[in-house]
């Protein structure tokens, strides 16, 4: 395998899909500390069903307030298609967040990537196709990476 096709999933322009997660996940943290919001990175949440409980490391987080997010920074394919793959990660977070104690926040942090073709973002489709698999209560919150804008899709308090 040469190296283009070891690096056909990597974010044109990035030293690695890791350092693309970090880097966003810094941008997040530093969002919400200027909202008032202090979080975390790799913040630890005892999550599960009944009596069976397990810890499960979140982006970032905060026991005081209690808040757990999830960042995403995912965009269109290059084609303009919708990146299944990363679909499948932002309904995983979702199950996560639905597994989450009930008096946690919980926000969906995620990159404003907006196509052309479809005429809305990624974080609108996702809102519009699996809106079903959001749990009452998760915040989508959308960074605009041009602006530096959040803008929230969804609030905590939106009604199903």
């Given at each position: ?18 350092h693309?997660?970090?880097?966003f ?11 008032g919001?202090?979080v ?8 599960g ?9 979140f982006d ?17 394919t ?17 199950f996560y ?15 404003r990537?907006?196509?052309v ?36 899709l ?7």
């Amino acid at each position: 395998m040469d190296a283009d096709e070891n690096n056909k999933f990597q974010r044109i322009g990035a030293v690695s899909n890791t350092h693309v997660g970090s880097d966003f996940e810094a941008v997040a943290r530093a969002h919400l500390l200027a909202t008032g919001l202090a979080v975390e990175p790799r913040f630890s949440v005892l999550i599960g069903v009944g009596a069976n409980k397990k810890n499960r490391l979140f982006d970032l987080g905060s026991s005081s307030p209690k808040i757990i997010v999830e960042c995403k920074s995912h965009r269109w394919t290059i084609g303009g298609n919708m990146p299944s793959a990363k679909m499948t990660v932002w309904n995983e977070a979702m199950f996560y967040f639905s597994l989450a104690p009930h008096d946690y926040r919980k926000i969906l942090f995620v990159l404003r990537d907006f196509n052309v073709r479809k005429q809305e973002t990624l974080a609108h489709y996702y809102l519009r196709i699996h809106g079903h698999l959001i749990p009452e209560g998760v915040e989508i919150w959308e960074y605009d990476d041009s602006t530096k804008h959040v803008s929230i899709l969804k609030s905590g308090e939106d009604a199903r």
